[in-house]
């Protein structure tokens, strides 16, 4: 079976590294955020579209980075110091009315000035780091999210792709333990050698092997996704279904339109943009550099475009393998529990149905991930040659 390659790849590309020890944080229920959703976050089960708040409040290195940030800029005590000079200001204007209606003028123009040099002055200073810090935060951000999400999205429909496997591999199992001891029985009989036994063995160990190297990667991934949404490596955490691929968001679907906001949104080009130019040799080397990016840009989101096309229509193509391969399964069902079929020969055709199956469910889950990937594509996350 090949399914097992696939998915050890899914975890020898995971960008976990399950050694790493990471801090626990303390953060508390948003504002904006009800009561039932802040508790669903925390319920044990990770779901599919609780993804990005999942990052936002409980992933360690997304905490991390909101916590360096806020160091780095000392954002908290420029807002506090903000404030407190708007209290100033607003006392020194009471002060000067109050001066201005005893008729003391001096003291009046005096409160005055300072008023209007604080605010012209110190508090539009203020203001405008505060503007800037909080524009280059939520930038900042913006980008840990773009990476860590669709990272997340990655892991989780790996791991539904290594449960999809599951059930083959154990009846794999099941099939070849029968089978050996078929082999040693009819040895006993006469009717088989040792070699066949020893042959029997073979496929029986191959087989254990291939089950436990599902079983590993399952693992594997369910500490990663546990790690990766606040939880340690031995968290007891249940891994939710995988949403169906949207259908309907494929006709919407135009690389020739949608190539306008995958360039607006990637970084490489924000980066390219934001690069001054000291001289005219710089300037053209700027230029070509950004046409360059976006015909990689350009090229890169038609292939993902080719791939969920594709995708598409092995899906459809599994579908109806399915279909047929279901009916076959029901008949032999039928014919196992009446005496018809023996149990080697049960086995074997239960076997044919769960390759199928696991084919529909791999071609179901790589579909979502096409579709996934254009669309993280539309808002800045591709990798470019």
Same mark, same amino acid.
């Given at each position: ?7 050890a ?7 976990i ?10 953060v508390e ?21 609780e ?31 903000a ?12 002060e ?41 935060? =939520? $930038?900042?951000?913006? %980008?840990?999210?773009?990476? +860590?999400?669709?990272?997340? *999205?990655? @892991?989780? &429909?790996g ?41 029997a ?6 087989? =254990? $092997?291939?089950?436990? %190297?599902v079983?590993?990667? +399952?693992?594997?991934?369910? *500490?990663? @996704?546990? &790690? ?17 691929p949207?259908l309907?968001r ?18 490489e080009?924000?980066t ?10 710089l300037?053209e ?11 990689? &840009? ?24 399915l279909e047929?391969?279901a ?24 076997i ?19 579709i996934?990937?254009?669309?993280w594509?539309?808002?800045g996350?591709?990798?470019?040659d």
């Open positions: 079976m090949k399914a097992g390659r696939k998915i790849a899914i975890v020898l590309t995971s960008i590294s399950m050694s790493a020890a990471y801090p626990s944080f303390a229920k948003p504002d904006d955020m009800d009561d039932t959703t802040w508790a669903r976050l925390q319920d044990g089960k990770i779901e599919y579209d993804i990005e708040n999942l990052v936002i409040y409980f992933n360690p290195n997304y905490r991390q980075a909101v916590e360096y940030i806020d160091a780095s800029t000392d954002l908290e005590q420029m807002e506090r110091s404030s407190d000079l708007k209290a100033e200001i607003k006392n020194l204007e009471k000067a009315k109050f001066a201005e209606e005893e008729g003391d003028v001096f003291t009046s123009m005096y409160n005055t000035a300072i008023v209007n040099t604080l605010e012209k002055q110190v508090l539009k200073q203020y203001n405008s780091y505060i503007k800037v810090a909080n524009y280059q935060k =939520r $930038e900042a951000l913006k %980008s840990a999210r773009k990476g +860590l999400v669709p990272a997340i *999205q990655q @892991l989780m &429909i791991y539904h792709m290594a449960f999809a496997s599951q059930e083959l591999t154990n009846t794999a199992v099941e099939l070849a333990e029968a089978a050996y001891q078929s082999t040693i029985s009819q040895r006993n009989l006469g009717m088989a050698t040792d070699t066949q036994v020893q042959n063995e073979k496929s029986l160990v191959a087989a =254990r $092997e291939q089950q436990q %190297s079983n590993n990667t +399952l693992t594997n991934l369910h *500490q990663n @996704l546990s &790690i990766m949404t606040g939880g340690a490596y031995d968290t007891s955490v249940e891994i939710g279904p995988i949403p169906a949207d309907g494929i006709d919407t679907m135009n690389p020739d339109t949608d190539i306008k906001r995958a360039i607006a949104n990637n970084e080009i924000k390219l943009r934001q690069d001054s130019e000291a001289s005219q040799g300037y080397k700027k230029v070509r550099s950004l046409e360059e990016t976006k015909g990689k &840009i350009k090229t890169e989101l038609e292939s993902l475009y080719q791939k969920v096309l594709e995708s598409k229509t092995s899906y459809e193509a599994a579908q109806t393998a047929g391969a009916i076959t399964m029901n008949g032999n069902d039928l014919k196992y529990q009446m005496g018809m079929l023996g149990r080697l020969e049960y086995l074997q055709t239960k044919a149905y769960l390759q199928q199956k696991m084919t529909y469910d791999m071609a179901v889950l790589s579909l979502k991930q096409a996934e990937n254009y669309d594509a539309l808002n996350v591709m990798t470019l």
